[in-house]
């Protein structure tokens, strides 16, 4: 029986959502975008201010509101993928994660970055979603090839 799939993603620029829509194309599934009640604007993303909105809710570990619920209850397996803020998935990741029950799914982390490899295995996402069963991630660049994601995918055996 085949294993049904979602790929899901939090996007702020646009990257992460090349690779999502990459990703979907080549598993065949649905995509979902993890989107924010109230949408990032650049000044919000500025790493180097600390009073930027990206920048405080990384440094208290805020739960940002999603405007609306993606429900994850018919899928077995659930791609989520997000930029690497911080080192880590901008809290809204954590957001999704700790909004739906993962019990006995799967869960396949991958990240966007241009430089930085930190945050894409997603361990650092376990606590939000400890009853699925985590692979670990991989960090992509928006013109990573469909090609390249297939051969990452098949990789899993899912």
């Known amino acids: 029986m085949a294993r049904k799939t979602l790929v899901t993603y939090f996007s702020a620029t646009g990257n992460t959502r090349e690779v999502a829509q990459k990703l979907a194309k080549v598993v065949g599934t649905d995509v979902r975008e993890i989107l924010p009640s109230m949408p990032y604007i650049a000044s919000d993303l500025k790493a180097d201010d600390e009073k930027s909105r990206a920048s405080v809710e990384h440094a208290v570990d805020a739960r940002p509101q999603m ?8 899928y077995d397996v659930v791609f989520v993928g997000y930029p690497i803020w911080y080192g880590v998935a901008p ?9 739906q029950d993962f019990s006995g799914k799967t869960i396949v982390p991958f990240a966007t970055s241009s430089g930085s490899v930190d945050g894409a295995s997603g361990e650092h996402l376990h ?6 069963t985590w692979k670990t991630g991989r960090r992509f660049t928006a013109d990573v090839s469909e090609s390249a994601l297939g051969q990452w995918v098949e990789g899993f055996g899912l």
């Open 91 to 99: 809290q809204i990741v954590r957001t999704f994660l700790e909004s």
């Open 67 to 74: 405007a609306k619920a993606i429900n994850v209850g018919d």
């Open 127 to 132: 606590d939000s979603a400890p009853k699925a």
